[in-house]
């Protein structure tokens, strides 16, 4: 299937209950030299301003019973229409709701979410979101099959990862060398073995073909050693492809 076109910016917005866990990471390396070309923006909602609650409760205990608590519905919807209703751009934002029962995020997902251009990202929290809200998304993703305390550390790695593909963010022959390129289900390796400096280093050395200078060789070395990497690390990806 052909992959969309990327966009030449993309632009998240992360509803959240702790916007201030971002601080750090999304200020710092390619995230933040990203955000400083404006390349890619971020913002974010708290779906504690959209309470009625005089106490901002955002939260209620599950009917049944059962341990811990449940976001409530109304205060993320409000939330999110709050950020349907903007039009920066005049694109459609992609709804996401970040959750450990979405389908598995991988390269591909990200290629897909870097041609939606407008990205938001909904971090659960607690137990879960109240599942009458279901509706309100236009996509469910987990990025691995465990639990975190809240959606905000996979918001984290969603964004980062989508940043590196969208154009001038990285040189494209560093996002082509990348382990999972090109991003589609059975057609990806990993990445080749890097050696910077020393030659030797306890030992160990820099493999004949990456000092030849012969650019045809080192080419060819490259390409065996990232389907011997493949082989060893990561066999799933060749019964992918030998499957598709």
Known sequence: MKRS??????????????????DGVFGESIVG??????LVKVDFVNP???????????????YGGGPG???????????????RSREPGGREPWVVHLSPQGRRFDAAVAAELAAKGRVVLVCGHYEGI????????????????FVLTGGEIAAMAVVDSVTRLVPGVLADEAVQAESFFPPAE???????PHYPRPRVWRGKKVPAALLSGDHGRISQWRSRAAAA???????????SKEES
């Open 186 to 192: 059975g057609s990806c390796r990993l990445d080749h």
């Open 130 to 145: 109240d599942e009458r809200l279901a509706s309100a998304f236009d996509d469910e993703v987990s990025i691995g099959d």
């Open 48 to 62: 504690r301003d959209f309470s009625t609650d005089r106490h901002r409760k955002v939260d209620d205990r599950p």
């Open 69 to 83: 608590m449940i976001m409530m519905a109304e205060p993320l919807f409000r939330a999110i229409r709050d950020v």
């Open 229 to 239: 990497a493949t082989r060893r690390k990561r066999p799933d990806l060749l019964r």
């Open 33 to 38: 030299r990203a955000r400083e070309k404006g």
């Open 5 to 22: 076109p990327l966009a030449s910016e993309v632009s998240f917005t992360v509803v959240t209950l702790f916007p201030g866990m971002f």
